[in-house]
């Protein structure tokens, strides 16, 4: 990967690059909800079947798709179109024109700050397999 390759526009991103971005929160993996009404979006606390709850990482990603086909596949144009990613997501603030966040593992060297600042989901999360119905999982990140 390319010294510093973080500062570059999305679109210039080598497919290495693109991966190592993600800052690995875990909160494009939640449940959302969506007000059919207004288009609201509530978020939840009920991770994707596949989403390790203790790390926050995909416990397939590579077949992620086989097994959730509703699943995201980022890219540069659908982060500009995603009303859900969170404010601190490193691919809608690089989009943005934005610096990452000081507690990004590309700039920390490991993901103990992000932890830290209590972005991440590992551990305040529950499994769509155990979780019952969504509305009862409503949560405010605050972040």
Do not use: Q
Request: with cysteine.
């Amino acid at each position: 990967m390319r010294e510093r390759f973080w500062e570059l526009p999305l679109d210039a991103l080598m497919r290495d690059e693109w991966e190592a971005l993600c800052d690995g929160c875990g909160r494009c993996c939640l449940h959302k909800l969506e007000d059919e009404d207004t288009g609201e979006i509530a978020e939840t606390n009920v991770a994707c079947k596949l989403l390790d709850t203790e790390t926050a990482r995909c416990k397939d990603y590579r077949h992620r798709k086989a097994f959730v086909p509703d699943c995201l596949r980022l890219t540069p144009a659908l982060v500009k179109k995603v009303p859900w990613l969170p404010r601190t997501c490193a691919y809608k603030l690089r989009a943005d024109g934005k610096p990452l966040p000081d507690w990004h593992h590309l700039l920390t060297g490991n993901r103990d700050a992000m932890i830290a600042a209590g972005v991440c989901v590992s551990g305040r999360v529950i499994s769509e397999v155990d979780a019952g119905p969504l509305e009862h999982h409503i949560t405010d990140w605050g972040i």
